[in-house]
T-cell receptor, first 115, second 113 residues
């Protein structure tokens, strides 16, 4: 069965510092992967997605993620964090062989940004 | 462009009362539709999904049901709410048949008292 693990429940970084949020997935075939961001009380906004091809994908708001098949990881990075990046971040994996479009989400990582 | 509307934004209901949450999508046809629930510290749990009118798949046994009376309308219901039904409910849509990202509504905060 597919699963997604985000090992860090809560991360605090200083504004201007670099950020890496970890995501590990379990899936037999080639997955398709997403990162979403959620502000308090809001829905989820898509940051970026990986289907195939270049393993380094660029997203909105200066985020990028790298797919590493050997490590079953899809970590999210940002070189310099802004205070407005404080939010909850979710990694998700989908079944590329199905037309249902279902996604399995990780538990989420809450990012706090110190001034 | 496509938009998704979900209402109400917040709801407080007593135990044993019925529930109806509605979600509609505009600007696309034959979308896949989803209901997720988000409990504090537990991520998002897929409750139901639908690939067409009247086609509902349930992911977890529970006190809730879903219906899709029209192509772009998805309704989450309960006949009698339980305390454990409290949570943040999110509706989402995706393009049918492709590896499409999910697009979420703004959610409904349900508190069962």
């Amino acid at each position: 069965a597919q699963s997604v693990t985000q090992p860090d429940i809560h991360i605090t970084v200083s504004e201007g510092a670099s950020l890496e949020l970890r995501c590990n997935y379990s899936y037999g075939a080639t997955p398709y992967l997403f990162w979403y961001v959620q502000s308090p009380g809001q829905g989820l906004q898509l940051l970026l997605k990986y289907f195939s091809g270049d393993t380094l994908v660029q997203g909105i708001k200066g985020f990028e993620a790298e797919f590493k098949r050997s490590q079953s990881s899809f970590n999210l990075r940002k070189p310099s964090v802004h205070w407005s990046d404080a939010a909850e971040y979710f990694c998700a994996v989908g079944d590329g062989s199905s037309n249902t479009g279902k996604l399995i989400f990780g538990q989420g990582t809450t990012l706090q940004v110190k001034p | 462009s496509q938009t998704i509307h979900q209402w109400p934004a917040t709801l407080v209901q007593p135990v044993g009362s019925p529930l109806s949450l509605e979600c509609t999508v505009e600007g696309t046809s034959n979308p896949n539709l989803y209901w997720y629930r988000q409990a504090a510290g537990r991520g998002l749990q897929l409750l139901f999904y639908s690939v067409g009118i009247g086609q509902i798949s349930s992911e977890v046994p529970q006190n809730l049901s879903a219906s899709r009376p029209q192509d772009r309308q998805f309704i989450l219901s309960s006949k009698k709410l339980l305390l454990s039904d409290s949570g943040f409910y999110l509706c989402a849509w995706s393009v049918y048949g492709l590896r499409s990202p999910l697009h979420f509504g703004n959610g409904t905060r349900l508190t069962v008292t």
